[in-house]
T-cell receptor, first 114, second 114 residues
Framework: GDSVTQMEGPVTLSEEAFLTINCTYT??????LFWYVQYPGEGLQLLLK?????DKGSNKGFEATYRKETTSFHLEKGSVQVSDSAVYFC?????????????FGSGTRLLVRP | EAGVVQSPRYKIIEKKQPVAFWCNPI?????LYWYLQNLGQGPELLIR????????DSQLPKDRFSAERLKGVDSTLKIQPAELGDSAVYLC????????????FGPGTRLTVT
């Protein structure tokens, strides 16, 4: 079945450092891909999405490019802030009968130090 | 616009006791989802409603879990009796319809079974 694998955390960075969180997926067909963020004590929020190959999703300085050839959707940010500390989830929305079903990775905790 | 509302935010019960969680989706959203999030894991779908109809409950452990969405608006998820392994966060999400890319999540109910 469809699945998402993302790098284990925690990832600890200093403020203004470059961030990469790796995400790869396995899916039949052409899924849509998402990054969700979960701040402490809050629900998941959609950070960005890409619905087809080579699309780049971006929001709040974060970017991710849908790479069909490597089945990847890595999250990047050029300069992280303390306020970016959260848990980040990569997810896919499958096709066909699973077109409504979000499949999540296990999450990567990011801790940004001042 | 109000987001997805869930209550209670936290619940501690003894094993074998019943427990119920309530969710009110975003106004106008026809599709409602209940997810289970175990510690250190991504959310997993338990049940999906289209209006008042449960269209996918294949992942719901029906021996002890039940859900309802009367009138197609708010929803209740119940566990009876609770087991130690049910300790987790229960997330509710909603979307405009079953084909919408974006699902909006509530803050979740953290259940601890002692």
């Amino acid at each position: 079945g469809d699945s998402v694998t993302q790098m284990e955390g925690p990832v600890t960075l200093s403020e203004e450092a470059f961030l990469t969180i790796n995400c790869t997926y396995t899916a039949t067909g052409y899924p849509s891909l998402f990054w969700y963020v979960q701040y402490p004590g809050e629900g998941l929020q959609l950070l960005l999405k890409a619905t087809k190959a080579d699309d780049k999703g971006s929001n709040k300085g974060f970017e991710a490019t849908y790479r069909k050839e490597t089945t990847s959707f890595h999250l990047e940010k050029g300069s992280v802030q303390v306020s970016d500390s959260a848990v980040y989830f990569c997810a896919l929305l499958g096709g066909g009968d699973s077109s409504y079903k979000l499949i999540f990775g296990s999450g990567t905790r990011l801790l940004v130090r001042p | 616009e109000a987001g997805v509302v869930q209550s209670p935010r936290y619940k501690i019960i003894e094993k074998k006791q019943p427990v119920a969680f309530w969710c009110n989706p975003i106004s106008g959203h026809n599709t409602l989802y209940w997810y289970l999030q175990n510690l250190g894991q991504g959310p997993e779908l338990l049940i999906r409603y289209e209006n008042e109809e449960a269209v996918d409950d294949s992942q719901l452990p029906k021996d002890r879990f039940s859900a309802e969405r009367l009138k197609g608006v708010d929803s209740t998820l119940k566990i009876q009796p609770a087991e130690l392994g049910d300790s987790a966060v229960y997330l509710c999400a909603s979307s405009l319809d079953g084909h919408s890319y974006e699902q909006y999540f509530g803050p979740g109910t953290r259940l601890t079974v002692t």
